[in-house]
């Protein structure tokens, strides 16, 4: 359950690819990540027909902070050892074409309800992701 009114809503998708016969836990970034809104019947609001692609590794940003306002806390590599590479992104923030910009989803615009935030990423090839991308939420009144 979400409040309609607020500071709105951080989204964040974890998403990796993954080259064929390698590890389970050797990991890869994809090259753009985002996010759509959709009805409880799964329909795209008007708006989010397509994907907000926010995150795209085609030009990163001359900040420092741009890393932080693409990955979200716990993301991270694995130097040693066996552990799972965890990519998590800030799918309402804007990191592409050499711009940042922190966001949020806004939803107060929607009548309250039932509604479904699905998560989305492509590598460079276009390759969209594959598994559970869907979460479904209620907007309070």
């Known amino acids: 359950m979400l409040a309609r009114q607020g500071r709105g809503v951080q989204i964040v998708v974890e998403a990796w690819d993954q080259v064929d016969n390698n590890l389970p836990r050797r990991r890869l970034g994809p090259y753009q990540v985002g996010y ?17 692609w926010n ?7 001359p900040q420092k902070q741009a890393v932080k306002v693409a990955y979200a806390p716990d993301s991270g590599i694995t130097v040693h050892g066996s552990a799972v590479t965890r ?5 309402t923030n804007t990191v592409r074409d050499g711009l940042m910009e922190t966001g949020r989803w806004q939803p ?12 989305s990423a492509r590598d460079y090839s276009g390759n969209e992701g594959i598994g559970k991308r869907d979460i479904r939420v209620r907007l309070l009144s």
């Open 36 to 52: 759509q809104i959709l009805d409880a019947a799964g329909q795209p609001l008007q708006g989010y027909e397509q994907p907000r």
């Open 55 to 61: 995150i795209v590794f085609n030009r990163m940003p």
């Open 87 to 91: 990519f998590r992104y800030l799918a």
């Open 108 to 119: 107060a615009p929607l009548p309250p309800g039932e509604y479904i935030i699905r998560g």
